[in-house]
């Protein structure tokens, strides 16, 4: 599976961006998909996830009431919306797809394949 992130860009505290996440080749369908980040000098930190079996998604805490993480399996691409975006949500946005059962969906080891990301800049 190819995946291909796009719609970072900069913007300002208290603003919004839209992230996606297009899938080529592969069963993209079959599985689980995340989105991380990973800060200058920061590890890589879980974002969302849409669960395949369920459709549930999960998210951060950091980030829960403000961004919406959606699916669409027809176009095989993942939505990462953004609101209210603050200074310290910056960073590379990845998309990954994996087959993590539930409680491990927010570990990056549990993903397979990656996208190369995406750059989210948010000034104050």
């Known amino acids: 599976v190819q995946l291909q992130a796009s719609g970072g860009g900069l913007v300002q505290a208290g603003g919004s961006l839209s992230l996606s996440c297009s899938a080529s080749?592969?069963?993209?369908?079959?599985?689980?998909v995340g989105w991380f980040r990973q800060a200058p000098g920061k590890e890589r930190e879980f974002v969302a996830a849409?669960?395949?079996?369920?459709?549930?998604?999960y998210y951060a805490d950091s980030v829960k009431g403000r961004f919406t993480m959606s699916r669409d399996a027809t176009k095989r691409t993942v939505y990462l919306q953004m609101k209210d975006l603050k200074p310290e949500d910056t960073g590379v946005y990845y998309c990954?797809?994996?087959?993590?059962?539930?409680?491990?969906?927010?570990?990056?080891?549990?993903?397979?394949?990656w996208g190369q990301g995406t750059q989210v800049t948010v000034s104050s």
């Open positions: 990954a797809v994996g087959r993590a059962v539930l409680s491990s969906l927010r570990y990056a080891d549990q993903y397979y394949y």
């Open positions: 080749g592969g069963t993209f369908n079959s599985y689980n």
């Open positions: 849409i669960a395949l079996s369920s459709g549930r998604v």
